[in-house]
T-cell receptor, first 113, second 110 residues
Framework: NAGVTQTPKFQVLKTGQSMTLQCAQD?????MYWYRQDPGMGLRLIYY???????DKGEVPNGYNVSRLNKREFSLRLESAAPSQTSVYFC????????????FGSGTRLTVV | QQQVKQSPQSLIVQKGGISIINCAYE??????FPWYQQFPGKGPALLIA?????SEKKEGRFTISFNKSAKQFSLHIMDSQPGDSATYFC?????????FGAGTILRVKS
């Protein structure tokens, strides 16, 4: 099925461990986004990539890095996980320049203990 | 500091009633205002959206009302159904970025 695929769906990390969250879309979208969702705070933008080859910081980038591997894939890396990074992470994509329809993946639930 | 303020945090409505969720923003550069619906364990999905040059948009039972001068917009769900029970997010787009409200948990009682 066409859409945004995120892996893994669930992950538990120990404080200080590192991991990469993967995101891939097959809709030929230019722009891709990483958000985190926390109770009572909505979705907050971590990083985004307006087009292949570019990345920019969002509202809450500290503690994260991203890589736009190609047009399809946009990964989010936690170098040294902290309990404050316990959250649900969503990847989204859209066609650059068009407003209609940010498409979201189903999320990765990350717990840092 | 939340750029888009959403209220209420939670809402309980009887089946057949009207659900109303409100949002307010400050940044006049925002140029697109979508609403997203999210079911447990799923990602948000676009429900309905409006541009600031339109005061109202209706799609089925869902209506957005937009007040540009007050910098407010709201979602109305008519004839609310138990299947509408979900979390609703308002959002606003500025440049390449979408900013979300904190979300409203809607429960429709049958």
């Amino acid at each position: 099925n066409a859409g945004v695929t995120q892996t893994p769906k669930f992950q538990v990390l120990k404080t200080g461990q590192s991991m990469t969250l993967q995101c891939a879309q097959d809709m030929n979208h230019n722009s891709m986004y990483w958000y985190r969702q926390d109770p009572g705070m909505g979705l907050r933008l971590i990083y985004y990539s307006a087009s292949e080859g570019t990345t920019d910081k969002g509202e809450v980038p500290n503690g994260y890095n991203v890589s736009r591997l190609n047009k399809r894939e946009f990964s989010l890396r936690l170098e040294s996980a902290a309990p404050s990074q316990t959250s649900v992470y969503f990847c989204a994509s859209r066609v650059y320049g068009e407003d209609y329809g940010y498409t979201f993946g189903s999320g990765t639930r990350l717990t840092v203990v | 500091q939340q750029q888009v303020k959403q209220s209420p945090q939670s809402l309980i409505v009887q089946k057949g009633g009207i659900s109303i969720i409100n949002c307010a923003y400050e940044n006049t550069a925002f140029d697109y205002f979508p609403w997203y619906q999210q079911f447990p364990g799923k990602g948000p999905a676009l429900l309905i959206a409006i541009r600031p040059d339109v005061s109202e948009k209706k799609e089925g039972r869902f209506t957005i009302s937009f007040n540009k001068s007050a910098k407010q917009f709201s979602l109305h769900i008519m004839d609310s159904q138990p299947g509408d029970s979900a979390t609703y997010f308002c959002a606003a787009k500025g440049g390449n970025k979408l900013v979300f409200g904190a979300g409203t948990i809607l429960r429709v009682k049958s």
